[in-house]
C-alpha cells in the first residue's frame, strides 16, 4: 500500500510533463483571432503563471511551496495544491476544477455502473450456460457473439440504435428512446426520464464488458468444472444442480469478480467514447474537451481523480479476491 | 507447460515387443496439429491472410486490377452507387471506394500489426527480465507499469499523439501509420509485460528450469532457450487478440479526430467520415464498418483458436 | 415612397430575386409574393439580401420554450474575458451591449437609447443611454456600468483582468468617461471608423454590473462567481442555471426594458455533432440548429430540408477558407509567386462551382471578391471575376515562362513549379479543399502538395511568427465593418500580424487607412470599391468562396431572424412559439 504513494507522483508528474509540452505558447480557451494582440497572449499566460518553468508550475500544482511556507519553511504566499485537496482553478474559466468534477461525476458513475451491472448480470449467466453446453450449437453461437461483441467500433453500433431505436422509431410515430443528453430540459429529476435516457448509452458501453466477461466467466467455468473438488461431489452424489450452482458457480465467479474490481479506473475514463455520441454531460467527455483545449489543471483533476481510483480498484481486488477466495487469505 | 528440451530426454525410449508407441512430438507441433483440427479457427486465419495479401499487394491492385489510385478525386462524380467504373462507388470527393478499402487495409492492418509486434517486443522483454531477475529490478520496472497503467489510456494516447514526440531520428506523427504504432504500443506494452512477468514467475521455479540451472546454464541460454519458448504461447495468443483490439482502438481515435489524417484512408477515418455523408451514400458508411467487424472477428476467432491449441483443457 | 425611392428599389428588388433563385431559400415562395413581401417590407428587409425572417403566421402566443443546439460547451459568462462564439451567442441572450448589429450592418440601439452623435473631428462619441433599464436585482444601469466595463478593457488599474481585448481596445479608446448618469463620452485616438460597429456593438463588450463587480480586485474578477453564474443582468432572459456540458436554462425577464420576451423558457442544449443536432431535430428533441454554435452541416442540407417538421435556411456569413501565396523575397517559395500573372493563373484554374458543389454541396458562395456579398461595401461587378478557365489559365503560365513537356511539372529557367500548401489537421473542408486544389493544379502542370500540420504548434506559428510555408490554408471571419486591413495591410506583415504571407502594396495600404480615417459612408464605399479592384488583380490570397451557414428552425419557431449580419439582441424578444408549449 505505502507503493502507491511514488505511484501518483509518478502518473501526476509524467502526466503534467505531457501536458505542458502539448500546451506550447498558447492561452488555453482562448482562439487566436486577428483582434488578439501578441501583448495580450503574454499578458493572460503571465497572469496565468503559464510563463514559469515547467518544474515550477508542477511544484506549485502540487502545492510543495504553501507547504512549505506553512512550516516557515520559505516565505511568501503560494496557492495551495493538490496535496492539501486544492485541485486548483480550470484555467478556461476560472472556476474550481472540483466544482467541475463532483457535477460531472454521477453523471458519468450513472453510465458506466449502470454498464457494468448489465455487463455482469448478462455475463455470468451466458458463460455459465457456454461452459455447461460446452461444444453445443448454443456454446458455438454465444461464443460467436461475445466475440461479434468486440469486434463493433462503440461509436458506430452507437450510431446505428440511435438510427434504429431513436430516428425510425419516431419516424413511424412509436413511442421511441430519446437520442442524446442525460435528461430532458425544464423537466426537473424525473427517473423515467432519466431512465429513458440511460438505456441506449448503458446498452453500448455494457456491450465490450459484456463479450469479455462472458467469455472470462466460460473459461473461469470451465476450470472449475475440470477441478477435483467439483468431481468429488459429483462422486459423492450430490445433485448436479447443487454442484454447478452452489459449489461451482462461487468458485467460477472469483476471477471474474477481481476483473469487474480492475474495471474500477474505467468507471471514470471508460465512457469517454460513448459520452461524446450521446452527448452525455459526464467526466469522459469533460477531460477530453479540455485536453484539446489545454487546460491543464482541469486534466490533471481528472487524471490525479482517477489515478486515485485505479490505486484504489486495485485494492478493492486485492481485498475482494481475499474474501472470496480463503485460500489466498493464508498465502 | 512441457519443457520441449526436456521432453527429448525424459521419454523412455523403450521398444516394448508389439507395442506401437506414439513417436516423441515437442509440443509445438502438438499444437499445430490441434489448431489445424479447428476448422473454424484455420477459416479465421486464413481470412486475415488473405486480407494482408490484399492490403501487401495494394500498389499492384491499383495499377493492374481496378485502373484507380485512392487519391485521384473526381468533383463531378461524388457519391456514385457501385458501377462498372467504381465497383463499389466513389466517396464525397469522387475517389473510388474499393481501392481506398485496400489502401485503408493496408494502414489499419500496418497499425494493428506493427503494434502488437512492438508491444510484444518491449513488453516482453520487460516481463522476462522482471520476472526472472525478481527482486529490486523487478519491483522498479512493476512500478514504472503500474504508473503507465494508472494514466487512463486515452487521456495518454490523447496527450502522445497531440505532442507528436520524436524518438531519436524518428518524427511520432499520426499522419504515419508506423508511428502511430509505435505511440498505441507505448500505450498498451504495460499490460503484456504483466502477463508476461506472471506467466514467468508460474515457471521460474518448475523442476525442469531448476536442472538446467543445476547443469550450469547461463543466465541467458536459460531466459532464451528454456523460459520464452514456454511464455511464447501466452504472449503469441494475447498478441493475436489484441490485434483486434488495436483495429478498434484506431478508429476510435479517428472519431476523436486525431488518428490517421485524410486523404490517406485508414479504415477508421473512413468510417468516421462517412457518418456525416450517412443520408448521401450508405455503402460509404457499411463497407469500412463491415471490413473492421470481419477483421477483428476472424482475428479474435483465430486467436481463441491458438488458445485452444495450445491449452487444451479450455476448448470446448 | 419618392419615385427616386422606387428606382433604387426596383433595382434592389431586381438583384434580391436574382439572388434568392440562385439561392433557392425559402423555395416554396413564388417571385409573386417577393414583390409583395417587398412592397410590405420595406427597404430594410432587401438591403439585407441575405437575410429575413421565419414566416410568422398567425397571432403572436405567450410562453413556451425553446431548445436550441450547442455542440460546444460555454466558457465563460463574463463577456470581457471570452472569445469564443458560443459563450457570446449565450451571453447575448441575457445581457445587453450598448448596441447590436442590425440586419444591414448598422447599430441597433439596445442599452443605448439612439445612435452615436460623432464629434466633427470625428474622435467624440457621445452614447446616451435609455433610462429606467433595470437590473434584474432591480438596481438601475447607468453610466457608471457602461464605464466600469470599458475600463475592465483599457484602464492600467485592471491589467490584472486577463481580457484578450485589451490590445485591441486601448490601440483606438482614449477614454470612456459618465458625462451624467445616462450619458457616456467615448473620445478616440485617431479617427476610426469601424469605431462604433466594433466596440460599442458587439456580443464583446455586453454591459456588466458594477455593483456586483465593482469591488472585486482585478485578479479577482478572473475567478469570480458571476463567471460561471451570472445572476445579475439586463437581457431579455435571466439565468437559472448551468449544468456543465449539459445544459444552460434561462427564464424570461419580465421586465426587460424592451419588452418582456414571449418565451417563458430557453435552453442550450449542449454536446453532439452535426449528425446529432440533425437527428435530434427530427426527434423534435432540439428546436434550433444555429450556424457557428450547432449548424447542420452542409451535406445533410437536403436530408435536413425533407424533414418536414423543420424549415432550413441556407445563408452566406462572414467566415471562408483561404488560401495564400508566399510574397516574401526572403523565402523559396516566393519565387514561384512573385509575379502576379502567375497567381492569376492558378486562380484561373479552380472550378470554384464544382468546388462550391462537391464541398459544400452548394451551400456556399463562390467569391466575387474579398468583401462578402451581404456588406454594403461590396461591388458585384469588380473584375476580373475568375470564372474557371483552364485554357487561359495553362496560357497565362506559359507566357510567364513557366513551361511543360508534353503535360509533366512545368519549368522555368531550371526551377519545377512545385511547391507544399499546409493547413490544420481535423478540418474536413480545408482538407478536402487542398486534395481539390492539387487535382486542379495538377492538371495544369502545376505540383502541388498537401500537408496537414498542428494548428496551435505549427499553423498558427507560421502564419503570424516564422512564415516558414509555400502557400497556406487557413480559416478566417470579417467583422460587421468592410474593413480588412488585418489581412492586407503591410503594418500586419510584421510578427504576431495575420499578414502571413508578407504582401506589402503601398496604394493598398492608402487605400485601407483612408477607408477607416473618415466617417462618411460613402467616401468609404468608393474606398473599398478599389480596395476590391487592387486585390483582384493583385491576388495575394485568394478567397475561394463565403460558405453558407445552415439555420434549421423546427416549424414552430416563429420570428426568428436570420442573415449574415443580424444579431439576436435584436429580435430575441419577439420570437415565439406557435404551439405556446
Known amino acids: ?331 | 507447460m512441457i519443457d520441449p528440451a526436456a521432453v527429448e530426454v525424459a521419454l523412455p525410449r523403450t521398444d516394448v515387443a508389439g507395442t506401437a508407441f506414439r513417436p516423441a512430438q515437442s509440443y509445438w507441433s502438438e499444437s499445430w496439429e490441434r489448431l489445424r483440427a479447428n476448422r473454424v479457427g484455420m477459416a479465421a486465419g486464413g481470412l486475415v491472410l488473405l486480407m494482408v495479401a490484399i492490403a501487401a499487394a495494394a500498389p499492384l491492385l491499383a495499377a493492374y486490377v481496378v485502373h484507380h489510385n485512392p487519391f485521384g478525386i473526381d468533383l463531378y462524380a461524388t457519391f456514385s452507387p457501385p458501377s462498372g467504373a467504381h465497383w463499389l462507388g466513389t466517396d464525397e470527393d469522387g475517389r473510388d471506394t474499393l481501392i481506398r478499402l485496400v489502401y485503408g487495409a493496408q494502414v489499419t492492418l500496418t497499425v494493428a500489426f506493427l503494434s502488437v509486434t512492438v508491444s510484444l517486443l518491449v513488453g516482453g522483454t520487460v516481463g522476462l527480465i522482471a520476472g526472472f531477475y525478481g527482486g529490486w529490478l523487478d519491483n522498479v520496472l512493476m512500478r514504472f507499469v503500474d504508473i503507465l497503467l494508472s494514466i487512463p489510456a486515452i487521456y495518454l494516447l490523447i496527450l502522445l499523439t497531440i505532442l507528436q514526440p520524436k524518438i531519436g531520428p524518428v518524427q511520432l506523427s499520426t499522419s504515419d501509420p508506423r508511428s502511430l504504432a509505435v505511440i498505441i504500443a507505448i500505450v498498451s506494452w504495460g499490460g503484456l509485460s504483466r502477463l508476461v512477468r506472471g506467466e514467468v514467475l508460474t515457471i521460474k521455479n518448475r523442476d525442469f528450469m531448476l536442472a538446467a540451472r543445476s547443469i550450469g546454464a547461463s543466465d541467458l541460454r536459460l531466459v532464451l532457450r528454456h523460459l520464452l519458448p514456454n511464455v511464447l504461447a501466452v504472449m503469441i495468443v494475447a498478441a493475436s487478440l489484441n490485434v483486434g483490439a488495436i483495429i478498434i482502438t484506431e478508429s476510435i481515435l479517428d472519431f476523436i479526430g486525431l488518428g490517421i489524417q485524410p486523404p490517406t484512408a485508414s479504415w477508421g477515418n473512413m468510417l468516421t467520415n462517412a457518418q456525416t455523408y450517412f443520408y448521401h451514400s450508405v455503402w460509404l458508411v457499411v463497407l469500412p464498418g463491415a471490413l473492421i467487424f470481419i477483421t477483428v472477428l476472424a482475428m479474435n476467432l483465430f486467436g481463441n483458436a491458438l488458445r485452444d491449441a495450445f491449452d487444451p483443457r479450455l476448448k470446448s | 415612397m419618392s419615385q427616386h425611392d422606387d428606382a433604387i428599389g426596383f433595382e434592389q428588388f431586381e438583384r434580391f430575386v436574382e439572388e434568392w433563385s440562385r439561392r433557392d431559400f425559402l423555395r416554396n415562395v413564388g417571385i409573386g409574393t417577393a414583390y409583395l413581401a417587398f412592397l410590405a417590407g420595406g427597404l430594410e428587409f432587401l438591403e439585407a439580401c441575405a437575410g429575413g425572417t421565419s414566416t410568422s403566421s398567425g397571432n403572436v402566443k405567450e410562453g413556451g420554450h425553446i431548445v436550441e443546439a450547442s455542440i460546444a460547451d460555454l466558457k465563460n459568462w463574463n463577456s470581457v474575458l471570452t472569445t469564443d462564439y458560443t459563450s457570446q451567442q449565450m451571453i447575448s441572450m441575457i445581457n445587453d451591449a450598448l448596441y447590436c448589429v442590425d440586419s444591414n450592418g448598422n447599430l441597433f440601439p439596445l442599452v443605448a437609447k439612439d445612435k452615436p452623435q460623432v464629434s466633427s473631428d470625428g474622435l467624440t462619441y457621445t452614447v446616451s443611454l435609455r433610462q429606467g433599464i433595470k437590473w434584474n436585482d432591480g438596481q438601475e444601469l447607468t453610466a457608471d456600468d457602461v464605464v466600469f466595463t470599458y475600463q475592465l478593457m483599457y484602464d492600467p488599474t485592471y491589467t490584472a483582468v486577463n481580457s484578450p481585448r485589451r490590445g485591441d481596445l486601448s490601440q483606438y479608446l482614449e477614454s470612456a468617461t459618465a458625462k451624467d448618469k445616462y450619458t457616456v463620452i467615448f473620445k478616440t485616438k485617431t479617427v476610426y471608423a469601424p469605431f462604433a460597429v466594433i466596440h460599442l456593438a458587439s456580443n464583446n463588450y455586453t454591459i456588466l454590473p458594477k455593483h456586483v463587480l465593482g469591488n472585486l480586485a482585478a485578479a479577482d474578477i478572473n475567478t469570480a462567481s458571476y463567471n460561471s453564474a451570472p445572476t445579475v443582468t439586463c437581457g431579455a432572459f435571466n439565468f437559472v442555471s448551468w449544468e456543465k456540458g449539459s445544459q444552460v436554462t434561462l427564464k424570461k425577464n419580465p421586465n426587460y426594458y424592451r419588452g418582456a420576451p414571449h418565451l417563458d423558457n430557453y435552453v442550450f442544449k449542449i454536446g453532439g455533432t452535426s449528425t446529432t443536432v440533425l437527428n435530434q431535430m427530427k426527434t423534435g428533441e432540439i428546436d434550433i440548429a444555429f450556424p457557428g454554435i450547432g449548424a447542420i452541416d452542409p451535406s445533410q442540407f437536403d436530408a435536413a430540408k425533407s424533414v418536414d417538421t423543420i424549415n432550413v435556411y441556407s445563408y452566406p456569413r462572414l467566415s471562408f477558407d483561404f488560401f495564400a501565396f508566399q510574397l516574401d523575397p526572403a523565402k523559396p517559395a516566393s519565387q514561384l509567386f512573385s509575379d502576379k500573372n502567375v497567381r492569376q493563373a492558378l486562380v484561373y484554374a479552380l472550378d470554384r462551382t464544382a468546388i462550391a458543389h462537391a464541398l459544400y454541396f452548394d451551400q456556399a458562395t463562390v467569391a466575387g471578391t474579398s468583401m462578402p456579398p451581404a456588406s454594403w461595401a461590396y461591388n458585384k461587378d469588380n473584375q476580373p471575376q475568375y470564372k474557371f478557365d483552364k485554357a487561359k489559365a495553362m496560357a497565362m503560365l506559359d507566357a510567364a515562362g513557366w513551361t511543360s513537356s508534353g503535360g509533366s511539372t512545368r519549368t522555368k529557367n531550371g526551377a519545377t513549379f512545385k511547391f507544399t500548401m499546409i493547413t490544420n489537421a481535423g478540418n474536413k473542408v480545408r482538407e478536402n479543399l487542398l486534395v481539390v486544389l492539387q487535382q486542379q493544379w495538377k492538371d495544369i502542370g502545376v505540383d502541388a502538395t498537401p500537408s496537414y500540420v498542428d494548428f496551435n504548434k505549427v499553423l498558427v506559428p507560421a502564419i503570424t511568427d516564422t512564415r516558414n510555408f509555400d502557400m497556406f490554408m487557413v480559416g478566417f471571419i470579417w467583422g460587421p465593418d468592410p474593413d480588412q486591413s488585418a489581412l492586407w495591410h503591410s503594418r500586419n506583415a510584421r510578427k504576431g500580424g495575420f499578414n502571413g504571407m508578407q504582401y506589402k502594396n503601398p496604394d493598398l495600404d492608402k487605400v485601407l487607412d483612408d477607408a477607416v480615417g473618415t466617417l462618411d459612408h460613402n467616401k468609404r464605399k468608393q474606398l473599398y470599391f478599389q480596395m476590391q479592384q487592387i486585390l483582384a488583380e493583385d491576388q495575394p490570397a485568394p478567397i475561394l468562396t463565403f460558405p453558407n451557414g445552415i439555420l434549421g428552425l423546427n416549424k414552430r419557431v416563429q420570428n426568428w431572424q436570420y442573415g449574415t449580419f443580424i444579431q439576436r439582441g435584436a429580435y430575441l424578444k419577439d420570437v415565439f412559439v406557435t404551439d405556446g408549449k
Do not use: C
Open chain 1, 1 to 331: 500500500m505505502l507503493a502507491t504513494i511514488p505511484t501518483l507522483f509518478g502518473v501526476t508528474s509524467i502526466s503534467y510533463f505531457l501536458i505542458w509540452v502539448t500546451a506550447g505558447d498558447i492561452v488555453p480557451g482562448v482562439e487566436i483571432n486577428p483582434y488578439i494582440k501578441q501583448e495580450d497572449i503574454d499578458r493572460i499566460r503571465h497572469n496565468l503563471g503559464l510563463d514559469q518553468p515547467f518544474w515550477l508550475q508542477y511544484l506549485n500544482w502540487l502545492g510543495l511551496p504553501n507547504l512549505a511556507q506553512q512550516l516557515h519553511l520559505i516565505g511568501g504566499t503560494w496557492p495551495k495544491g493538490i496535496l492539501e485537496g486544492d485541485f486548483g482553478r480550470s484555467l478556461v474559466d476560472g472556476s474550481p476544477v472540483i466544482d467541475h468534477i463532483v457535477e460531472r461525476l454521477p453523471n458519468t458513475l450513472e453510465l458506466t455502473t449502470t454498464a457494468i451491472l448489465i455487463g455482469v448480470l448478462l455475463a455470468i449467466p451466458l458463460g455459465v450456460t457456454g461452459a455447461l453446453r460446452r461444444g453445443s450449437k448454443i456454446d458455438h453461437a454465444l461464443t460467436a457473439m461475445s466475440v461479434a461483441g468486440v469486434a463493433v467500433p462503440s461509436f458506430w453500433l452507437a450510431l446505428i440504435l440511435v438510427l434504429v431505436f431513436s430516428v425510425q422509431l419516431r419516424a413511424w410515430g412509436l413511442p421511441a428512446l430519446p437520442s442524446s443528453g442525460a435528461y430532458s430540459p425544464l423537466v426537473g429529476f424525473d427517473p423515467l426520464d432519466r431512465l429513458s435516457h440511460l438505456v441506449l448509452p448503458a446498452l453500448v458501453l455494457s456491450f465490450g464488458y459484456l463479450a469479455i466477461w462472458s467469455r472470462f466467466g466460460r473459461s473461469s467455468m470451465l476450470e472449475v468444472l475440470s477441478q477435483d473438488y467439483v468431481r468429488t461431489a459429483r462422486a459423492k452424489g450430490m445433485s448436479e444442480r447443487r454442484v454447478v450452482y452452489i459449489h461451482a458457480l462461487r468458485n467460477a465467479v472469483i476471477p471474474l469478480v477481481t476483473l469487474i474490481g480492475l474495471e474500477l479506473p474505467a468507471l471514470v475514463s471508460g465512457g469517454a467514447v460513448v459520452e461524446i455520441v450521446f452527448g452525455w454531460p459526464g467526466i469522459g467527455r469533460f477531460a477530453l474537451d479540455r485536453a484539446f483545449g489545454h487546460d491543464y489543471t482541469a486534466v490533471m483533476g481528472i487524471v490525479t481523480f482517477a489515478a486515485i481510483l485505479v490505486v484504489l480498484g486495485n485494492l478493492l481486488a486485492d481485498i475482494l479476491y481475499a474474501i472470496l477466495d480463503p485460500r489466498v487469505r493464508y498465502t
